[in-house]
């Protein structure tokens, strides 16, 4: 089984920054795709940001030129750097993973999901 797991949520004032990781885990053949989602109260999750295996990387408009996605591969983890960000920024953030767990057979693994608030 593949574990998903976020890390370096929490509050920020706006303008702030914040750096999210996630790290995929358990029997891993490689790794495709990851990515980083949100909710917010109310809404539906929505793609923030993705990169692929060789660091092409995808941005929703409303964030492009605040926030950077990126991977260690070799961790099997990604990063999402948050810059300046704003009170529509708070929401809970989902890390999601795209894994071959063997020749042939991917599936999607996602993280439990941490919260981020930008509030003053």
């Known amino acids: 089984q593949v574990q998903v797991v976020e890390s370096g949520g929490g509050l920020v004032q706006p303008g702030g920054s914040l750096r999210l990781s996630c790290a995929a885990s358990?029997?891993?053949?490689?790794?495709?795709?990851m990515g980083w989602y949100r909710q917010a109260p109310g809404k539906q999750r929505e793609n923030v940001a993705s990169?692929?295996?060789?660091?092409?990387?995808n941005y929703r408009d409303s964030v492009k030129g605040r926030f950077t996605i990126s991977r260690d591969n070799a961790k099997n983890m990604v990063y999402l750097q948050m810059n300046n960000l704003k009170p529509e920024d708070t929401a809970i953030y989902f890390c999601?993973?795209?894994?071959?767990?063997?020749?042939?057979?991917?599936?999607?693994?996602w993280g439990q999901g941490i919260q981020v608030t930008v509030s003053s």
């Open positions: 999601n993973a795209d894994v071959q767990v063997h020749p042939g057979k991917s599936s999607d693994f």
């Open positions: 358990g029997t891993i053949f490689n790794i495709f795709a």
């Open positions: 990169i692929n295996a060789g660091g092409f990387t």
